[in-house]
């Protein structure tokens, strides 16, 4: 069984900066594509980023490209989200996700088979 917790939420001022963590537990953590989704009120939830089994391929939603990168420390089985310049637009619950295969889009939710419960991020104006 997997599961993955999200940390790292909280509030913050527009142009500040938050890191999320999403830490893992399982075996085969190293093989999989890990994803970010995020789910603002009344929105529809968004695949905001991704990143590969090996860490080389990273992917962005336009939204978040320049100000977001997604990282893994395989050894510590924790993907991160580091959030800088952060716009009242970012507000939401964000979410990581772990892929089915080594590589993730963002775009198809059934591309993951576990979903951690999210953690809470707040930009202020």
């Known amino acids: 069984q997997v599961q993955l917790v999200e940390s790292g939420g909280g509030l913050v001022q527009a142009g500040g900066s938050l890191r999320l963590s999403c830490a893992a537990s399982g075996s085969i953590f190293n093989i999989n594509a890990m994803g970010w989704y995020r789910q603002a009120p009344g929105k529809a939830r968004e695949g905001i980023s991704t990143?590969?089994?090996?860490?080389?391929?990273?992917n962005y939603a336009d939204s978040v490209k320049g100000r977001f990168t997604v990282s893994r420390d395989s050894a510590k089985k924790t993907v991160y989200l580091q959030m800088n310049n952060l716009k009242p637009e970012d507000t939401a619950d964000y979410y990581c996700?772990?892929?089915?295969?080594?590589?993730?889009?963002?775009?198809?939710?059934?591309?993951?088979?576990?979903w951690g419960k999210g953690t809470l991020v707040t930009v202020s104006s």
């Open positions: 990143i590969s089994s090996s860490g080389l391929t990273t």
């Open positions: 996700a772990k892929g089915k295969w080594t590589q993730a889009t963002m775009t198809n939710p059934n591309d993951y088979d576990y």
